[in-house]
């Protein structure tokens, strides 16, 4: 499965981005994960293809907004209210399938997009 994404930009505290991820496959999960230079890689939110549930690091909840198109194989990314702290290379993964929920583990992932980076200013 390939992934490619798009829709990293600056932007001043307090804007939004939309991050959107383009798939050539099905994969039963999917999921956003973030990189400062210095640091591991984190999740920030995943959804089940089948849309049976999403999941958000505390950090982004009730900001960030996790959804899937499944006719365009598309997963996305609303960011709303976006904080200094945001600022990351983002990154699109995927895993083939599914016993159970979405992790935001990094080490559960097999398939990745190249990143997009999203600097936020204050």
């Known amino acids: 499965v390939q992934l490619v994404e798009s829709g990293g930009d600056s932007v001043q505290a307090g804007g939004s981005l939309r991050l959107s991820c383009k798939a050539n496959?099905?994969?039963?999960?999917m999921a956003w994960l973030r990189q400062v230079p210095g640091k591991a890689r984190e999740g920030v939110a995943s959804?089940?293809?089948?849309?049976?549930?999403?999941w958000y690091a505390d950090s982004v909840k009730r900001r960030f907004t996790i959804s899937l198109d499944n006719d365009e194989n598309t997963l996305k990314l609303k960011m709303n209210s976006l904080k200094p702290e945001d600022s990351a290379l983002y990154y699109c993964?995927?895993?083939?399938?599914?016993?159970?929920?979405?992790?935001?583990?990094?080490?559960?992932?097999?398939?990745w997009g190249q990143g997009t980076q999203v600097t936020v200013s204050s």
């Open positions: 959804i089940l293809s089948t849309g049976g549930g999403s």
């Open positions: 993964a995927a895993h083939p399938w599914v016993a159970g929920a979405c992790p935001l583990d990094k080490d559960y992932y097999d398939y």
């Open positions: 496959g099905y994969t039963s999960c």
